[in-house]
């Protein structure tokens, strides 16, 4: 029987975990849920997933970051207090700004460069997983959220500046992470080429950022708790018809899946309700929608603040590999 499965690329780094003297573990965010992800995976299938791997080359360089930040932002970037207001861990502030830099910087320039790497690679074979990334907070002049790089923007100004997408291509940026991704409209706010549709806890961070709300093309707000159920069925109900309206205008060159995992049941943060299967359920019926209209797709990690969000992500990317 012919394999039905679009080829998989899997873009990873050992250089994505970050540790900083156990600091890290104030956050209730599991900052090795990238290396427990693909060991996991790795535990399934051996050396035959190294023809799925893509590694990633090096850091992203400042230059490339500037694309998308401010000079003033990168100038708070220096300074400890600012560090540790980004990352949400107060005590940070003590810690030279070098050592943070080194120890909780580099790793998110490492997950940067890879979200780019996998937007390419999602281009050339349809669907490509980066197990890290997704810093939707990320703001152009500011950082908050545990996000500091903005590597959504950086993926669609850097592949414009490489001429694999054209100024007038037609993105979408699909966040199903329980917060919503104000960052990312803010980086967009005038940008229109860019596509949103926002489903998120409305009744948890960020939720005072109504100008970010005001840019979401498809917002598809639920209540605190939702359930599962719920959650599919409002997804179900939302997303086709979000695509079709797209779609029928024009046809969309790549879509940006940030998929947190912060909507488990479990999640210390996300205030959403659904168990290990619905959060399958929702990934495979993202794909399949997206699949069905033949739109290149990278998938990003973004949140996931419970100690079995390495198992959700790797649950997605086992079923992408077609087991
Ligand atoms: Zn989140």
């Known amino acids: 029987m012919q394999r039905t499965t679009p080829p998989l690329k899997i873009i990873y780094s050992p250089g994505y975990d970050i540790s900083c003297f156990g600091i ?13 992800a693909w060991a996991l995976l790795k535990q399934e299938f051996g050396p035959a997933l190294s023809k799925f791997h893509v590694r990633v080359d090096r850091p992203v360089r400042d230059e490339e970051l500037l694309l998308v930040h401010s000079p003033e932002y990168w100038r708070t970037l220096r300074i400890s207090a600012h ?34 790497l996998a937007a390419r690679a999602a281009l050339e074979t349809g669907v490509a997983v980066n197990l890290s990334g997704g810093y939707h907070h990320a ?29 007038t291509d037609a993105i979408l940026y699909l966040d199903l992470d329980a917060h919503q991704g104000n960052g990312v409209c803010h980086q967009f ?30 917002a598809v707000p639920l209540p605190f708790n939702t359930s599962g159920a719920d959650y599919l069925r409002a997804l179900q109900q939302w997303l086709p018809a979000c695509l079709d309206s797209q779609c029928r205008s024009e046809k969309v060159k790549l879509a940006i899946y940030n998929a947190g995992t912060d909507v488990f049941v479990r999640d210390k943060l996300g205030g959403l309700a659904l168990s290990e299967q619905d959060v399958l359920q929702r990934d495979l019926f993202v794909f399949a929608e997206l699949r069905r209209r033949q739109i290149p797709t990278v ?25």
């Open 139 to 167: 703001k152009p002049s500011q950082g908050e959220g545990f996000c500091v790089f903005s590597d959504i923007a950086l993926i669609v100004r850097q592949l414009r500046a490489e001429h694999l997408l054209a100024a």
């Open 24 to 36: 890290e573990r104030l956050h209730p965010f599991d900052s090795r849920k990238y290396s427990r």
């Open 189 to 218: 706010q005038t940008d229109h080429q860019v596509h949103i549709f926002d489903m998120y806890n409305e009744d948890i961070y960020p939720r005072s950022d109504q100008q970010a709300r005001d840019r979401i093309d498809c």
């Open 299 to 323: 998938m990003l990690l973004s949140g996931g603040y419970s100690p079995e969000s390495h198992r959700l992500v790797a649950a997605t990317v086992r079923n992408l590999l077609g087991s």
């Open 83 to 116: 560090l540790a207001a980004a990352l949400e861990i107060p005590l940070l502030k003590y810690l030279p700004a070098w050592l943070l830099r080194w120890r909780v910087l580099r790793p998110m320039r490492w997950a940067v460069r890879g979200s780019v």
